[in-house]
């Protein structure tokens, strides 16, 4: 087990905790500063970057993801700078792929152009709704047509753009959806992230909704029409889903949340920030303290993480279930006995394949279309006792 994280790949995220508003439904860490001082952070990330390569030396590196918070909010400079220490620090594969997340009210075709010139060949941005009255209800700075530029300015910059879609939004129909959709799917992506609205705790949605104060959510059926519309209509465009709420053009898929999804190991740098990291055998989680200040503070001292929990077996095995299963090429049954050190029970899938849920290919377990939708009950039945 030692080498397993192989499998998955290494990644590196890291967390720009800053927005210029917070979102009604966001449960990131994200945090609204009238002043933010880009050289203390700066200098901050290189060495919690240097801190991190002394204890992964000589690994491969094949994606950065810089999220956020909202990270176009960054000086470009400070952009530039981590990624030339970033590949002094690791080997890098030949198509390190970096990714920077980006909300259209902070888009600049100067500020895009001097992300390119960074380093930076992928964009992520938050558009969220292609509908103004929707965009308002969610707390989005920017309209329909102000989304529509940006991501015009983002493709004139960067051969690979991706954007966030959130639908099951009040009083959407599904009639409003599929042409919303549609409309998205024309514009020149080759990855689109489609995440059906959820209802966090401890945020002002949260909030609005344990007073009954959200009204028009969709009810069970409608939301699983919903994401049967997505399907279909995602595959005829070719744009068929790699993961549940991702889809992407042959060769587009965002490496660095594979390298989540194939239970790889990553680090996770800046405030809030979570990891997976395998050392002398043992992998850890890892999780920085989410209070900016706190974890700026804790940088002189090498104190910015809480203290590190070391993953048994089981809960190991858990964990590539979890992420695994949320993939269309799904897991291999022979590396998660190897994981848990024992094999999945045979009972459990014989009963899910014998009512469509899943599909054993040779070493294979995937996911049917009907296990999607219900694939958090599909992966209870799984799990290890």
């Known amino acids: 087990m030692n080498s397993d994280w192989q499998l998955g790949g290494f990644?590196?995220?890291?967390?720009?905790?800053?927005?210029?508003?917070?979102?009604?439904?966001?449960?990131?860490?994200?945090h609204v500063s009238n002043s933010i001082d880009q050289k203390a952070w700066r200098d901050a990330y290189l060495i919690e970057l240097k801190r991190a390569a002394s204890?992964?030396?000589?690994?491969t590196l094949s994606a950065v993801f810089f999220g956020g918070g909202t990270p176009s909010l960054m000086d470009p400079e400070t952009v530039a700078e981590i990624i030339n220490t970033i590949r002094t620090l690791w080997p890098t594969s030949n198509?390190?792929?970096?990714?920077?997340?980006?909300?259209?009210?902070?888009?600049?075709?100067?500020?895009?152009?001097?992300?390119?010139?960074?380093?930076?060949?992928?964009?992520?941005?938050?558009?969220?709704?292609?509908?103004?009255?929707?965009?308002?209800?969610l707390g989005r700075l920017h309209n329909t047509n102000e989304a529509l530029a940006a991501f015009e300015i983002a493709r004139s910059h960067f051969d690979r753009v991706s954007f966030d879609l959130i639908y099951g939004r009040q009083d959407q129909t599904c009639a409003a959806w599929e042409k919303e959709l549609?409309?998205?799917?024309?514009?020149?992506?080759?990855?689109?992230?489609?995440?059906q609205l959820t209802i966090e705790n401890g945020t002002a949605f949260g909030d609005r909704y344990a007073r009954g104060k959200l009204k028009g959510l969709p009810n069970e059926d409608l939301g699983a029409d919903?994401?049967?519309?997505?399907?279909?209509?995602?595959?005829?465009?070719?744009?068929?889903a790699y993961e549940v709420s991702n889809h992407a053009r042959d060769g587009a898929q965002s490496r660095h949340n594979l390298i989540y999804w194939r239970y790889g190991d990553y680090l996770g740098i800046g405030p809030g920030a979570h990891g997976r990291?395998?050392?002398?055998?043992?992998?850890?989680?890892?999780?920085c303290y989410s209070n900016p200040k706190r974890w700026l503070d804790g940088v002189a001292n090498g104190l910015t993480e809480r203290p590190r929990q070391s993953l048994s077996r089981k809960d190991q095995a858990i964990e590539f279930l979890l992420m695994g299963l949320r993939v269309?090429?799904?897991?291999?049954?022979?590396?998660?006995?190897?994981?848990?050190g024992a094999p999945l029970d045979q009972s459990a899938i014989d009963h899910l394949v014998d009512i469509s849920m899943?599909?054993?290919?040779?070493?294979?377990?995937?996911v049917l279309d009907q296990g999607v939708m219900i694939l958090n009950a599909v992966i209870e039945s799984l799990l290890p006792v």
Request: hydrophobic share 40%.
């Open 55 to 59: 204890e992964t030396q000589g690994r």
């Open 358 to 366: 899943i599909h054993v290919e040779k070493d294979r377990l995937i």
């Open 95 to 137: 198509d390190l792929e970096i990714t920077l997340e980006a909300n259209p009210s902070s888009v600049e075709a100067d500020r895009f152009d001097a992300f390119r010139q960074a380093g930076v060949n992928r964009v992520s941005m938050g558009i969220q709704a292609l509908n103004d009255i929707d965009l308002k209800r």
């Open 182 to 195: 549609k409309q998205a799917l024309t514009m020149a992506i080759d990855h689109i992230s489609l995440y």
């Open 277 to 287: 990291l395998t050392l002398n055998g043992t992998k850890f989680a890892t999780e």
């Open 226 to 240: 919903m994401f049967q519309v997505t399907q279909e209509i995602c595959e005829t465009f070719g744009m068929p």
């Open 328 to 340: 269309k090429e799904g897991i291999s049954l022979s590396r998660f006995a190897q994981i848990n």
């Open 11 to 30: 990644g590196l995220y890291l967390h720009w905790p800053f927005c210029e508003a917070k979102c009604p439904y966001c449960d990131f860490n994200s």
